[in-house]
Each structure stands twice: as structure tokens, then as C-alpha cells.
């Protein structure tokens, strides 16, 4: 084997079709224990800068192809095989560093250009200032479709701040035409914004058989070709034009050394691959095949580079011990949490049963490997009910089935949560995503619940308003989940089906529990009419909400205060604050304006970058840094709050500044996707000398803040009816 390996033949592994004259010996692929590619921008950008410095970049680490492990091709490459008949190793460190040197000759300009969600590109005459905030030397710049403008300029390369994308899209000309459901540019329709006169890195590397003038004509020449449709183009093909060739040596000998840069492929020896391990000696599974070495050794090399969390690290032995688990998991997309997460997940739902009398807990590393080796009958059924699931069969090829139960379960809380459009109750997509990456206990209850109804869709489709009911609730409402879902689950207990009995008074509390419920004791929306009440002439200068919701009404009463504290309060503060209510209750306007928004893809919205601003109705300048005004505590305790916000697309936001509200939103359609009333823009475009000393206009602010306060959690608790699930049973 060849062990010492130029980058453009780790390239080739994945671009074999765009390196032609390179062929490589042998091919790297992944083996399915490898987790996903996860380096930041930052990672990319600073292993080039080191390859054209000339540092070295570490060793890869390769095997022999695991006979049991399916072979994934690479990020680049996709499913298909760029080398069919080709020696092939199994990858097992240094994923990351030869994604990102595949990335580098990767051209997305080029006519027939594989479409693929990220560019690298090179600076050529980046500001000096650029020099003080990080180590680098050379700027590379990464853009991606979740930040087709770029990143930040340090080392970090963190995301931009919007206004800075705001004017990175003006200064291309994209513009979603207005009313539009939204659409993000495609990272070839911008350029970094971060850059002078940035170019793509391919076309350096793909042109290196030139040298000095030839070289810069060949790039002008790449540029020129697509001038009319990119202004980076134009602009840097003018610039390459009349600069001097000399003044850019320092990146022609940066280049060189990249290109002269080989990487060391260290190969563990076949003796250490089929060696078994000492834990493996109380297995007498022959289907094993001393896989627990190859595990052991792939977390030990994964100590040593990007961290790798638990979670990652026992999907990780999923696949190692059943490969055909992530067959299964890839055909469900969009997913709406982590692959590694709803694997779990489905494990532990494969293994809650009808006669369980507890949905399954956390499965651990240890009971993992203990399901795989232990010849138990116990741990044969379990092994039998976990394949049944995904859909995968015995044997090493470990193939799947195309329609496997997780799928169907995971394809109907789909259809149980997302909204279907005009006037439909379900949830904007961002919201499903909450519910499986923020309470996956949550979900996990609903592929339980979805397992009872496959049989009878008709009857899940009668039960969508109470599950949404249940989701939101426990979701939002819950302190400990874990215990708020075993409440709920114990109900479930000795019934194969689901029947509409089981969702009435499901969150009842009675004043006799007093077991841990983990979910609070929700508010009525009448009630809370009572608890948000509006400030009077005589308190408003001095009005606050702990005051209103805990003080006053405790009035001294210790026990009194600790019910407030302890239960109204973090109520309380969900309606005011949590922004997910407030996209409930815009999910019309969500449909229209952003219904390809999921941020469950995490390629396309990684890093909490949603199209939208949370935009103040009554601008934020309004009430900061008033002096000497009367009403600026209780403008600002007031104007933070979900009823004095709204959705608006980000480009719009930037565009309003602090436009008053009644002379920006005139559109009276507008205002009931936005739940305002009419009259309700003036109350909301009080003036800084307003805040000052106008006693009158400052409480209409704050009355029609109240208002919508409660017609946000109004809207929630009356259209799915929260009412039932707090009724007491009937039985």
C-alpha cells in the first residue's frame, strides 16, 4: 500500500472525476461507525491556511475494509462510487481533514459542476486590519447554504452579525420577491462577505500546472467567463488585470507547498483487526465477528480529535454492531433531530412494548454491547425487536427495508404536528425540530403513541389535536420531563390501542398528588386575565412583573409566595418570553412567508440562523436610554415581552429601522396574521418623549401589549383545546 499520499489524490477519493490525471493506488472509505462530518468553518478555513504554510496536518489512520461495515463514499461524493473495481481501505481517523481537502478542489462554477452546499475561497488582497484578530496567513474564506455570505474573520470564524448579511445580500441583488414564501440564496449566488477579492480556491489548484502570469491569466480568464453573472468575478478579474503577477508570488509559493504537502496513511495491521477483545470472550454470539476491537480502537483515535459526545459515540457502536441501522436512518429526511438521537430514540421505542410498564430508559454503552454479545434469550428478543424496527435483516449484509416501522412512525408525528396550511392547527416545522431536539422525551412519547395507531390511521388522524395538545404542553410546561412523560405513559398501561379516553384529564392535577408530575399546573386562559392585569396612573412609573405576579399577591403569605414562585411564575414567564408561543400563534404567516424553513436539515440552518427577526412592533430605540423619562421601567418591562414582538423577515426588519409601527404596517391583512387589532398600530408607535412624561399614550401601549399577551396563549390553549387535557377524568 502506498502510504505516503499528495492531496490531490486524497481528494480523488471523493473527486475522482474532476482529478483525472492523479489516479489514486487506493481509495478511503467510510466504514458506517464513522460519524458524520462535523467541523465548523473555522476548522476548514485554518487547514488550508496550514497547508499553504507548509505544516504539517497529521497522519490518517486506514484499515483493511471491515467485511460487516457498509462503506459510505464521503461527504463530496454522495452515494455513488467514484472508483468501482478500485483497492478500497476503511477510513477510520482523519474524515474531517479529507473532506476539507476535497472541498479545496471542488469548482462550482465549472459547467456540469456537482451542486454541493459549500465553497472554500481565497482572499487575494484581504485588509490589513483582518491580520489582528486571528493566526492566519493566508485568508481562506468558507461559504456554505446555511451562511452563503461567510463567516466572521477570526479564528473562530463565527457567524455574521445580520445587519452585515443584510448588506452582503443587497450588495448582490437578491431580493425574495415581497409576499413570497422566503428563499435563502444558493451559496453560488453569493460570495464571502468578509472578503476583497476573494476567488475559489479549485481554480488555484485545478491551474497549478501554470506558474506566474500564465497562472493569473488563467484565474482572470475563470473569472471573465462568468463576470455577468457575478460581481466577485468582475471585480476580481478588473483587479488580476492590473496587478502586478510579482505581488502575488506569496500565494503561488503558498500553493506549491500545499500541492508538495503529502500525508502519512498509517495501516492497522490485520492482526489488530480481527484480534478479539477480552470483552468479547463472555459473548458467544458467531455473529459478532470481533467488532469490539475495531470499537475500542475508533474511540481511541476520536479522543484525540474534534470531541465526540456520548450520544455521537454510542450511535457510533449502533452501527458498528448493526450497520444496517444507518440505512434505515438515512432514508428518513428531512429527520427531525440527529441521526444519532433518533436512533436512540428508536431503540428505546423498540423496546416499550404494550406490557411495559415504563417506556424504555437511556440504553447505556455497556448494555449496548451486552445486547449485541449476550446470548440470553431475553437479550435475543430484544435484539429481535430492535432489527424489527429499523427494518433490518440478520447476517452481515444487515440490508433494510424501504417502509420500516420507525419510518411510518416517524412519517406520522409528522403528520400529526406539521402545519398542512390556510387555517390548519399544526406546527410551523422550526416547532417540530423544538420538540425533537429540545424535548426528546417528549418525542419519544409520540413514537410511542404513534406505534398504537399504525394499524388505524383513521383513528390517528382523530387524535392529531389532542397530540398536538399533549406535545406543546409538555414541551413547554414541563420541569422534568422524564417524569411528566412516565405520568403520562402510566396510562397507556395494559391498552393496545389508543382511544379517546386516554387524553382527557391527562394533565390534571389534583391538589391529592404528590408524587413528582414533573409538568406544572397550567393556567386557564380566563384565569390569567386575572394574574396579567394592567398597571393603573398609580403605579406605572414603578410597575415591574415579579412585583405583580409574586409580591402583591402573596401580600406576606409564605406559602402563598412559594405556590406563585414555584408554579405561576415559570408560567408566567413561558407565555411572556418563550418566542416558540409566539410562532404558534404566527404559524399562519409562517406558512405563507418561510414554509421551507427547517431547521431539522442542519446543512441549510445550522448555527440558530433563521430567516426572520424577532421584531419589536414598538421599536426598541424607543424605550433605551430615555433620560429623565417617567415611563421608561415600564416600557421596557413591557416591551420585551412576546406581545410586543412579532415575526418579520429579516430583510424587511433591517429595512424598517425604527420606523413607527403605524406608519410600517398598514396592511389590515397583515395585522391578523400578526394578531393586532385595528387601532392597535397607533398604541404601538408611542415616541421617545412619549415614554418621557405621556402618562395616556404610554397605558395604551401597555393595554394593547396585554392584549396580545393573552391572545397569543389564548390562541394555543382554545385551538387545541388545552381545556381537555386539564378536565378532571371522567374515569
Known sequence: MQNTLPLTQIAAWQLGHLVPSDEPCWVATLPSLQRDAVWKPGQVELLWDSLFRGFPIGSLVVSEELKDQKSRYGKLAGNKDPWPGKEKRHLLDGQQRSNAIALGFLDSFASGALSFDSILWLDLCPDLQTFKVGTRHFFFRLTTSAHPWGYETSDAAGRLPAFEIQKAVQECGWKTPQGDSYQRPAVVDLWPAKANKPIPVAWLLLNADKQGSCLWTAIRENCEAISERHIWARNAAKWLEEIAPDSLSEIENGLRRALNTTVLALEVPNETIHAKSKQEDFGADSNVKNISNIEHLFQRLNNGGTPISPEELQYSMIKAYWPGIEGTIDLLKPRPMRASRLALLGCRAAFTSTTSKIIHPAISISALRALKNDPAQDQADRRKLMS????????????????????????????WLLHRGQGDIGLPPVLRTAIAHNSPEVYLLLMVLAQRVLTDLVSAEAFRPRVLALATALHWFSYDQFHAVKRVYERLQGTQKLTPEFFEGILHISPEDTEQIGVRDLVKSDDLKKIIVCPDHANLQQWNWEQEII????????????????????????????????????????????????????????????????????????????????YLRVCQQWGNTNGNFHILPFEENRSRGAKAANMTFTNQEHWKLMLIQPGEPDAFSLTRQGVVKDTQAVLQFVKATRRRILAIYEDWFSTLDIAYLLSHPTT
Not at 424489527?388 to 403528520?415: M, S, W
Request: charged letters at 30%.
Open 388 to 415: 424489527n424496527y429499523f427494518g433490518i435483516a440478520d447476517g452481515a449484509a444487515q440490508e433494510f427495508e424501504q417502509h420500516p416501522p420507525i419510518r411510518k412512525v416517524t412519517e406520522l408525528i409528522d403528520r
Open 551 to 630: 409580591e402583591k399577591p402573596a401580600n406576606g403569605d409564605l406559602n402563598e409566595r412559594a405556590r406563585l414562585e414555584n408554579n405561576v411564575w415559570p408560567i408566567v414567564c413561558q407565555i411572556l418570553w418563550n418566542k416558540e408561543l409566539l410562532m404558534f400563534a404566527q404559524r399562519e404567516f409562517l406558512g405563507l412567508r418561510f414554509k421551507a424553513y427547517d431547521n431539522a436539515d442542519i446543512s441549510a440552518w445550522e448555527d440558530h440562523n433563521r430567516p426572520w427577526d424577532y421584531d419589536h412592533l414598538l421599536p426598541h430605540d424607543t424605550f433605551r436610554d430615555v433620560r429623565n423619562a417617567l
